[in-house]
């Protein structure tokens, strides 16, 4: 008789919400699974205290697990467990999560920046599986990365390894939240296509109604998702803001395909979901920049929302013993 692979709690810390499951590796789903919109009144205690309610709930419900995996959407000194802060809610900054966590639960606890979580998850069960090498890029409404090197994360000196979004694919280029211009994220991310689009009305008066019709006749209705709606239709206009948004994107990966030489890259996040001539445009464009003897393969993410959880309960099998 084989023993059970040990039951495992996965939280994940978003943005805008809450994520805790609970599997068993191997199992292919989940025993239990819950998800709590956080207001946008929330702080870090309150976040916190919901999510040890949502923790015990399927404690309750599915037993005691063997360890706790935690992702959390900001930057995390992972080897110390220590939350830096959150760029959504205030009241995370120098949180000693794994400590709080293991004094809770009495739990062996690993704690990473989702990046770094998802890459974990799609590497250990999902489009990185069989790779010693690998890079995982979240397009949507930024552009975050995470790498596994030799078959492990690697965080890098400052735990910020990874940053593809903010180096420069453009000189001069579309502003980013960052305060620099021309970064991979501002040029290329959802809200990045968004913007594109808007500069080329300004620029080409009389294009694009295709597109304005969808947004209602007000530019700033436009989003990513209806500039891939109305390229998949045929409009040239959107088609030109996609492809130049995806060109930059292709470059941004084949410079760091350049650098490392990953075995795979695996892309996750909403605007791939933008249609063939997006992920064409891509790969395409990164083939064009990388060296010859080096191969390019570039697929789609196996998890959407659930990267992150995933990769949580990779990092508490590593900790379960
Ligand atoms: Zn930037």
Not at 142 to 151: A, Q
Not at 181 to 208: D, H, K, S, T, V
Not at 215 to 241: H, L, Y
Request: with cysteine; proline share 6%; net charge neutral.
């Amino acid at each position: 008789m084989t023993t059970p692979a040990p039951l495992l709690l996965a939280l994940d810390f978003g943005g805008t919400k809450l994520t805790a499951a609970m599997t068993r590796p191997g199992r292919g789903g989940w025993l239990a699974h819950r998800r709590f919109f956080t207001p946008a009144t929330a702080d870090g205690p309150y976040e916190y205290n919901k999510m040890l309610a949502l923790a015990g709930e399927l404690i309750a419900e599915v037993g005691r697990p063997a360890a706790i995996g935690v992702s959390f959407g900001g930057p995390v000194d992972a080897a110390a467990g220590l939350v830096r802060l959150s760029h959504h809610v205030p009241g995370w900054e120098n949180v000693p999560l794994a400590d709080r966590l293991r004094d809770t639960f009495g739990l062996p606890v690993a704690v990473d920046n989702d990046a770094n979580v998802a890459a974990l998850g799609e590497y250990r069960f999902g489009a990185g599986r069989g790779c010693q090498n690998l890079l995982y890029v979240t397009v949507s409404t930024g552009i975050g990365g995470g790498w596994i090197l030799n078959g492990q994360p690697y965080r890098g000196a400052d735990g910020m390894a990874g940053e593809i979004g903010h180096t420069i694919v453009q000189t001069g280029g579309l502003p980013c939240v960052c305060g620099r211009r021309g970064c991979l994220e501002a040029e290329a991310c959802g809200p990045g296509i968004a913007n594109r689009a808007r500069l080329y009305l300004e620029q080409n008066a009389g294009q694009g109604d295709a597109l304005l019709r969808l947004a209602q006749g007000d530019p700033q209705n436009i989003t990513a998702k209806m500039v891939a709606e109305a390229a998949s239709a045929g409009d040239p206009f959107s088609r030109r803001v996609l492809v130049e948004s995806a060109r930059r994107l292709g470059l941004g990966l084949g410079n760091a395909i350049n650098l490392m030489n990953p075995d795979r890259v695996v892309l996750g996040g909403g605007v791939t979901k933008s249609g063939e001539l997006w992920w064409q445009t891509v790969r395409e464009a990164a083939r064009a920049n990388v060296l010859p003897e080096i191969s390019v393969n570039i697929v789609p993410a196996a998890f959407t929302d659930d990267a992150p959880l995933w990769g949580a309960v990779a990092l508490a099998e590593q900790v379960a013993g």
